[in-house]
């Protein structure tokens, strides 16, 4: 018992000096790099393998044995099994990024090993280009392996977030936000808020009342890995079908407009009281964005564009201000023009004067 609590304390102190070692040489070669202006992939390159020589000298430092010789196993082998760990890992990440938290963790791990192994091929073999390949290829395999592995175990990476009605506050609000395997809950979160807000603003410039606010299609968003998704009703961990799915750089933007288009389509017939020209206005854009919005597949909102309802239903206002005073608008209108004629004329009189 006693031995093996004594082997624990030394592999923990050994442990926490190589995190350490490994910090400082990080850092201090992250200055270094800073400092010249290295960046991009050399920067990389410079902090993986300068890393790499640094740990190795304060190691040396510290080490009773090689105190006085801190270059000692800095040399071909060394620089030339880092370059290999970094290009490894370099090709590894090109062909397939882990999406999980697991294969992450289980790329690392790989890559790990791949380092250990492709490091001992080259001090067996010593260094040459087709040694130097082969530990590229063996760094990268092992990664990829590990990363296949941890993401079989860890689970796809998904979360989700509701849009509801607040019968309390008589307003929209973010309801069920969950995530799972990794999942990010603060991404559903602002997919749905951003929902919420669109048809808070369209609601509250119509001056309208919800007639059974129950019954309307809000919708549920999400992610699973990185797709953005949609599911037509929610309620909590993977509940719901996903109908639609989005992805790339405009991909949130294209979700939040495909559930703010289904969501007004149910909710326009709902809608009661309010300003008239103001749901004129929402009813034509809607009407001319040729969307389907029966289908809830991606594509569903056709040409609809959230800020262009915006322009409309502010265009819907400003001529519903315009329609309640025209008698006297156009008085002052028409009283401006007369005046102005009048104007006008005496210029040119006095221009013909002269």
């Keep these: 018992m006693s031995k093996g609590a004594e082997s624990f304390g030394e592999s923990l102190v050994q442990n926490i000096k190589g995190a350490g070692v490994g910090a400082l040489s990080s850092y201090l070669v992250a200055e270094v790099t800073s400092a010249i202006g290295l960046d991009g992939f050399a920067g990389e390159a410079a902090n993986s393998v300068g890393s790499a020589v640094v740990s190795k000298i ?14 000692s196993g800095v040399d071909t082998t060394l620089i030339a099994s880092a370059a290999a760990s970094f290009l490894g890992g370099k090709l590894a990440s090109a062909i397939s990024t882990p999406e999980s938290i697991g294969g992450q963790i289980g790329a690392q791990v790989g890559a790990a090993y791949g380092s250990w192994v492709a490091g001992n091929l080259i001090a067996a073999s010593g260094f040459n280009p087709a040694t130097f390949v082969a530990a590229v290829v063996i760094v990268a395999f092992w990664q990829l392996v ?3 592995i941890g993401s079989i175990f860890g ?7 509701d849009v509801v009605w607040d019968p309390r506050a008589a307003t929209f609000a973010v309801s069920n936000v969950w995530a799972r395997k990794g999942g990010s809950q603060e991404a559903a979160r602002n997919l749905a808020s951003a929902v919420s807000t669109n048809l808070s603003a369209v609601l509250g410039a119509s001056g309208s009342v919800l007639l059974d606010p129950q019954g309307i299609q809000y919708g549920s968003y999400g992610m699973v890995k990185r797709e953005y ?24 933007q294209a979700l939040v407009t495909h559930g703010t288009y289904i969501a007004l389509n149910s909710m326009l017939g709902k809608m009661s009281g309010g300003n008239i020209f103001v749901k004129r206005a929402i009813s034509g854009n809607i009407a001319l964005s040729s969307g389907n919005p029966s289908i809830n597949s991606a594509g569903a909102a056709g040409k609809f564009d959230v800020n262009a309802l915006l322009g409309d239903v502010s265009i819907g206002r400003d001529y519903s201000t315009y329609f309640a005073n025209r008698a006297s608008i156009n008085y002052l209108r028409v009283g401006f023009e007369t005046h102005a004629e009048r104007a006008s004329r005496r210029i040119m009189s006095m221009a013909a004067a002269a």
């Design 58 to 71: 304060i190691n040396n430092l510290t080490d009773g044995d090689t105190a006085t010789k801190a270059f």
């Design 229 to 252: 998704v949609y599911r037509p009703q929610g309620g909590g961990s993977d509940q719901g079908q996903i109908t639609a799915r989005f992805s790339g750089q405009n991909g949130a």
């Design 146 to 148: 590990g990363g296949l």
């Design 155 to 161: 689970g796809t990476p998904r979360s989700g977030a």
